[in-house]
């Protein structure tokens, strides 16, 4: 009589028992007893076992016939691959269970179907769980198969052949041997689970750690509608948030927790067909028009799963790969997997590799099409439009893969490529997965690549230019920049950064620095609303065809005015929470007329003026009787941000404040919207709001006392101020020759400016160009007892270098 323990409930196994049960498996097991206290919510079921599996294959020496047909086998050769690979699961399709292994099976299932409450609405999910599978230095997700919304105990066995077959796939075997994995050394182990009902709810995957940036502060959510194989698989470009941790931890919920919002496309959603075994189990249905524009999942439900994936990530002590859902029936939210994450958290030393494409080359290529950019990289070469795996022999190694959508069966043919692009598909989805383990830049949800990409043609694909990933027509010059973020050498000075719009922020403060000295409003405003203020709150006056466009962008929301205040919050929090404790000064906006026209409506609002650069901006906009409501949006939004969010390093920045009275009136305006200078700080002053203003209009140093008895200090904006002592504009081609900040008269204002705010103990900073443009500027503002550059991202690092070299040789020099 066998010995072999066939069947494991999940309360009887934890990860000791990867060998056992394999990753999924045991992890499944270590939450269910672990981490119900926590309110981590995780269905039950049973596993198969390792030794359960190898006595099967046993069964008439099966597995030597299988080491048989793998022996000498070249996985390049696609095509005996497939032959071979199909063999092998045929002949265990054929395999009968051993007599005690299906008594088992059966017997377990009748313990879980009488214990459920009721049985006859209940599925079940039956999954794969190879014994290499998750672990901390290897990721065999979706290697293997798993089995949706499977009923009755005779398709529940015939699944679980299924998924013991599944680990002879093409791209397990494959995979397997690229990662040094004896075939014969891996098992498999089936997870019989019930099911969640997720069909008529919402599931999708969180991180721990951002994807992209390695960013550990912020939990990763992504959400669509159905059962989770659409996000998995990307069939769905799905919804995206970031909720921060730091907050979560606080107490904080919903929006006051959420950093970040993306409305994803989720045009289907995988739903239960009438059948309930393997081939009739699920289907795919359209979503929706109405509900394709809303979020799928509330602030509130996206906190809770944050602060699940936060218990699993602190149980485990390591950065996680999680599957979630949301049950239809009773509205409860469940972790369906937990594995960790495998390729972010691997980056180790100080070593940053950052791309850069040329700017002048971009600014005149076409591009050919755009999606979600995976990964920071840059990659070019021949388009291989593949429209099945059938063409898979056409794909040569350094071709860019082009597809509809991938899956683990793609992963043999992924390799070859230098990047790859999909028309589906959001930044957990497979083909985001697989691009980030080999290191290729990836552009997936394109809509509409494998039409407008020509097979042969030379394109560049760009994932370094923030979220939006382009692709290029023909070879554009790149280069990858090395940087070495160890121990940066102490400098006399603070290093910040002028942070232009938020998809970035989380992947620039891995940068050496102090905090950020310029976060650009009308930035955020441009790219996050991209529609006029003033229309927002007009909509109901607008023209049908206007209100029409207003009401798809904001949909989201639960009005126009909401949609604005809650994507600038996104924004600026955003850039606060990826540089927190650090200082993070928000300037104000500072559009021009013919700016703010450029945005969807604009041109019903604004007047056209001969020289926008000295018209209508900054300070004078935000007190006028045409912009107070715009204005107080702004400051509402950063009200909730420092408030509600408690994100208190935000400082607030006025910009282009012509005289004394003009910054009164909007100090005074400001403070009715609850942003008074010296509120909101604890009971020692730490976090109170420090409101400074641009140093950038010649009235500004003249009156530099004048001015800073209302503010806490300047940040000269050195681009408007040379413009303005040598009268030249800095938008005009034909004086541009004349613009240098280096001018004697330039030197002059800016030495006054810095002496004038030393001198009273305020704060002083530069934001302009200047200082990333010329080195020995900023060497020459050091001097001079500036207390911070605020530089662009690319230069800090040469920047900071220079600087230290010159305090060496300074010192060398005075000894």
């Known amino acids: 009589m066998s010995t072999t323990v066939n069947v494991l409930d999940f309360t009887r196994i934890g990860m000791d028992d990867v060998p056992r049960v394999g990753g999924k498996n045991a992890s499944l097991g270590e939450m269910v007893v672990h981490l119900a206290d926590a309110g981590v919510r995780v269905p039950g079921g049973f596993a198969t076992t390792a030794d359960a599996y190898r006595d099967f294959l046993a069964v008439g020496g099966l597995d030597r016939e299988i080491s048989g047909l793998l022996t000498g086998l070249d996985i390049d050769d696609v095509n005996e691959l497939a032959r071979r690979g199909a063999l092998i699961r045929s002949r265990i399709m054929e395999q009968p269970f051993p007599d005690a292994l299906e008594k088992d099976i059966r017997d377990a299932y009748a313990a879980l179907v009488a214990a459920d409450p009721d049985p006859d609405q209940v599925t079940w999910a039956v999954r794969s769980s190879a014994t290499a599978e998750d672990l901390p230095d290897a990721s065999f997700a979706g290697q293997q198969e798993t089995y949706l919304n499977i009923g009755g105990i005779d398709n529940i066995l015939r699944a679980v052949k299924a998924v013991f077959a599944s680990l002879y796939n093409d791209r397990a075997i494959a995979y397997r041997v690229h990662n040094g994995f004896r075939h014969d050394d891996v098992a498999l182990s089936a997870g019989v689970q019930r099911m969640v009902r997720t069909d008529i709810g919402a599931s999708g995957v969180m991180f721990t750690v951002d994807t992209e940036s390695g960013f550990d502060r912020a939990v990763f959510v992504t959400a669509s509608y159905g059962l989770g194989e659409a996000v998995v698989q990307g069939a769905v470009n799905p919804d995206e948030f970031y909720v921060s941790k730091p907050a979560v931890r606080a107490g904080k919920t919903g929006k006051d927790a959420v950093l970040s919002r993306t409305v994803g496309g989720k045009a289907v959603a995988m739903r239960y067909a009438g059948g309930s075994d393997i081939d009739s189990a699920t289907r795919w249905e359209d979503v929706p028009e109405e509900d394709r524009r809303r979020f799928c999942v ?9 602060r699940h994936a936060m218990a699993i990530e602190d149980h485990y002590g390591r950065p996680m790969d999680i599957e979630w859902g949301r049950d239809g029936l009773d509205g409860k939210l469940y972790i369906l997997q937990a594995r960790p994450e495998t390729v972010v958290s691997r980056r180790t030393g100080q070593a940053l590799s950052r791309f850069e494409i040329d700017k002048d080359a971009t600014a005149q290529a076409e591009v050919l099409a755009e999606g979600r950019s995976i990964g920071q990289r840059v990659g070019s070469g021949p ?13 040569k190694p350094g071709d860019v893969l082009v597809a509809e959508i991938t899956d683990p069966d793609w992963e043999p043919v992924m390799k070859r490529a230098s990047a790859i692009i999909t028309e589906r598909g959001g930044r957990t989805c497979h083909a985001a997965i697989i691009a980030r383990e080999l290191g290729v830049p990836a552009i997936v949800g394109t809509g509409d690549a494998t039409t407008v990409l020509t097979d042969g043609e030379e394109v560049t694909v760009s994932c370094a230019e923030g979220d939006t990933g382009r692709v290029y027509r023909g070879v554009l010059p790149y280069e990858e920049k090395t940087t070495d973020a160890g121990d940066m050498p102490d400098i006399p000075v603070k290093i910040m950064m002028n942070v232009a719009t938020p998809d970035q922020a989380f992947s620039f403060s891995s940068l ?38 207003v009401d798809t962008i904001t949909a989201a929301y639960p009005d126009p005015r909401e949609f604005f205040i809650r994507r600038v919050v996104e924004g600026v929090a955003t850039i606060a929470a990826a540089f927190d404790p650090k200082p993070v000064i928000v300037r104000l906006s500072d559009f021009k007329t013919n700016e703010y026209a450029n945005l969807l409506a604009g041109d019903l609002y604004e007047p056209e003026e001969e020289n926008p650069m000295l018209g209508y901006r900054g300070a004078a906009r935000y007190v006028s009787e045409d912009f107070r409501d715009c204005f107080a949006m702004e400051c509402e939004a950063l009200r909730r941000v420092r408030e509600d969010m408690g994100l ?7 910009p282009f404040v012509r005289t004394t009275a003009e910054l009164d ?24 709001l420090e409101i400074v203003m641009m140093c950038e209009v010649p009235s500004n140093y003249l009156l530099a006392d004048e001015f800073l008895d209302r503010v806490d200090g300047f940040s000269i904006g050195s681009n408007d101020m040379t413009q303005l002592i040598l009268g030249v504009d800095r938008d005009s081609g034909l004086v541009a020759h004349d613009f240098d900040e280096r001018n004697p008269a330039v030197l002059k204002v800016l030495e006054s400016a810095v002496t004038s705010c030393t001198s009273r103990g305020k704060y002083v900073g530069i934001c302009g160009q200047g200082p990333s443009d010329h080195p020995d500027l900023a060497a020459w503002l050091v001097e001079r007892g500036i207390v911070s550059l605020s530089l662009t991202p690319d230069t800090v690092v040469q920047t900071w270098l220079s600087l230290a070299d010159q305090s060496d040789r300074e010192g060398g020099n005075r000894s």
């Open 298 to 306: 509330t602030d509130e439900e996206v906190t809770e799963l944050a």
């Open 383 to 395: 388009v291989r439009v593949l429209r099945s795996l059938d063409d898979m022999d056409r794909m």
């Open 512 to 549: 050496p620095n102090d905090g950020v000295g310029l976060a650009r409003m009308e930035f955020i405003i441009n790219r996050q609303i991209g529609v006029h203020p003033r229309a927002l709150l007009d909509r109901d006056t607008l023209t049908p065809e206007l209100r029409r466009r």
């Open 648 to 654: 208190t390093n935000v400082k607030i920045m006025i």
């Open 665 to 688: 009136d909007v100090l005074e305006l400001m403070a009715s919207h609850g942003l008074s200078r010296g509120s909101g700080g604890d009971t020692t002053g730490r976090g109170a």
